[in-house]
């Protein structure tokens, strides 16, 4: 079974994955490393962190990708979706793909624009990069973008305590940069929420159909798909489709590594 290496998304940092999600595949005896993408792992001032861009992002994933002992399962959130795509697009060594509210591959040009268009407010009020001003604004910024309304107060928040300012230039790049349209040559999985305010359905069922797949959507799910309840139906369906692409994984745990840059 190949390792597995999870991939956090913009203005978060490796924390997403810790706790319950990451728990249930090293229960079922994955070897797991969940990477700090480079500017994430310690604070750094805004100039600092605006001089890395996707390139570099995804010059680290290669990184630990080759120090794995065979090439490893991409398991990526949000802006980690997209590097996850980038990675394999542009010929990196990996086995398979779990995308998880993925940015599309055309980039978030449209999305952002689309969310804008429809909550004037709230793209008016809040910092998009996330992670900045007091902790009532970013609590504001989780409920509004990442999470639905029915979302516990206590994920919410343990949300909103994880948030970090994101690299101005790669949220530049993200918007702007787009990926070459060719299939993806490794299992895919693809997972969204159809109540995401970031990423729409409809983004998502394209990207699917670019690559030859098919999406699954959650109706009552918005963005942080690995912490918002119903998470563990996510997480079974990644397992299963981990089992069906590269046989049945050995039980018990294995030491997690979490960390990286």
């Known amino acids: 079974m190949p390792p597995l290496i999870f991939i956090h998304g ?18 079922r005896g994955h070897a797991c490393q969940a990477i700090d993408l480079p500017g994430h792992h310690d604070r750094l001032s805004s100039e600092q962190l605006d001089r890395f861009g996707l ?36 010929g990196g060594r990996a086995a398979g793909l779990v ?10 040009a449209r999305e952002l624009l689309n969310f804008a268009l429809r909550h004037p ?8 990069s996330g992670g900045r001003g007091k902790r009532d604004a970013r609590l504001n910024r989780v409920r509004g973008m990442l999470c639905t309304e029915q979302t516990p107060q206590d994920v919410v928040a343990s949300i909103a ?17 787009s990926l070459p349209a060719r299939p993806l040559p490794i299992p895919l999985l693809i997972h969204a929420g159809g109540r995401d ?16 797949v098919t999406a699954h959507v959650h109706a009552d799910m918005a963005h942080m798909l690995q912490m918002e309840p119903g998470w563990q139906g996510i ?17 018990g745990a294995t030491e997690e590594q979490v960390g990286a840059a």
């Open 161 to 177: 305590d994880q948030l970090q300012p994101e690299s101005a230039r790669a949220l530049r790049e993200l918007s702007l940069q």
């Open 235 to 251: 997480a079974q369906s990644a397992l299963a489709f981990l089992d069906a692409s590269f046989g049945q994984s050995a039980s």
């Open 99 to 108: 995308l998880l509210a993925a940015a599309p591959p055309q980039g978030m």
């Open 197 to 212: 305010p970031l990423i729409s359905v409809g983004a998502t069922r394209a990207m699917a159909q670019r690559y030859g």
């Open 121 to 128: 407010l709230l793209a008016f009020r809040l910092d998009l």
């Open 55 to 90: 390139a570099d992002y995804v010059a680290e994933i290669d990184t630990l990708a080759r120090q794995c002992a065979q090439p490893p399962v991409l398991i990526g959130h949000s802006m980690g979706g997209y590097l996850a795509q980038r990675y394999v697009l542009e």
């Open 10 to 27: 913009a203005s978060c940092s490796a924390r997403v994955w810790q706790g319950g999600f990451l728990q249930a595949f090293r229960e």
